[in-house]
T-cell receptor
Framework: GEDVEQSLFLSVREGDSSVINCTYT??????LYWYKQEPGAGLQLLTY?????DMKQDQRLTVLLNKKDKHLSLRIADTQTGDSAIYFC???????????FGKGTMLLVSP | DVKVTQSSRYLVKRTGEKVFLECVQD?????MFWYRQDPGLGLRLIYF???????EKGDIPEGYSVSREKKERFSLILESASTNQTSMYLC???????????FGAGTRLSVL
């Protein structure tokens, strides 16, 4: 079945850029998503990218998609302590309502 | 804004009890989902529903059942709770486009 892989942990200093990486196996993935989970809370959609796009930028967030290598990344510019959270990568196919999530990357931002 | 409300944030139950976790959404979404989240395992789909009275098994349905009598409400039922069902349970809803899912705040269930 489909699989989504992420590194489990990333630590950065406040003000630095963070890059969270994700790989997926399903070549028919249509949409790819980044969700954020703050402590004790549910998941919140950060951004998504359609599979025919290479890049999407939204304020401090930049999503890069390399469809050939099935690699997705999320770059957070000027990382703040409030960005400390778990970040989940997910993918879906057109016609299917379910998402396949990665295990999540815990981002720790130190002052 | 989409609102997904889970009835309890924290729940403590005894082994063997029947447990109901409730989820209500206010956006008229067709799709609703139940996940459990465990450290190191990420989110795992238990059941989902794409319409009233319809249900589909997810990846880990064993020990669980669901009920969807009304479009806005999706209940997860633990018929006889066991300690290995101690977990964070997350409900989500999704509309017809782009497969974006909207999550509730979660219910942390402890089975003693």
């Amino acid at each position: 079945g489909e699989d989504v892989e992420q590194s489990l942990f990333l630590s950065v200093r406040e003000g630095d850029s963070s890059v969270i990486n994700c790989t997926y196996t399903d070549s028919s993935s249509t949409y790819l998503y980044w969700y954020k989970q703050e402590p004790g809370a549910g998941l919140q959609l950060l951004t998504y990218i359609f599979s025919n796009m290479d890049m999407k930028q939204d304020q401090r967030l930049t999503v890069l998609l390399n469809k050939k290598d099935k690699h997705l990344s999320l770059r957070i510019a000027d990382t703040q302590t409030g960005d400390s959270a778990i970040y989940f990568c997910a993918e879906s196919n057109t016609g299917y309502s379910t998402l396949t999530f990665g295990k999540g990357t815990m981002l720790l931002v130190s002052p | 804004d989409v609102k997904v409300t889970q009835s309890s944030r924290y729940l403590v139950k005894r082994t063997g009890e029947k447990v109901f976790l409730e989820c209500v959404q206010d956006m008229d979404h067709e799709n609703m989902f139940w996940y459990r989240q465990d450290p190191g395992l990420g989110l795992r789909l238990i059941y989902f529903s794409y319409d009233v009275k319809m249900k589909e098994k997810g990846d880990i349905p064993e020990g669980y059942s669901v009920s969807r009598e009304k479009k806005e409400r999706f209940s997860l039922i633990l018929e006889s709770a066991s300690t290995n069902q101690t977990s964070m349970y997350l409900c989500a809803t999704g509309g017809p486009n782009i497969n974006i899912q909207y999550f509730g705040a979660g219910t942390r269930l402890s089975v003693l």
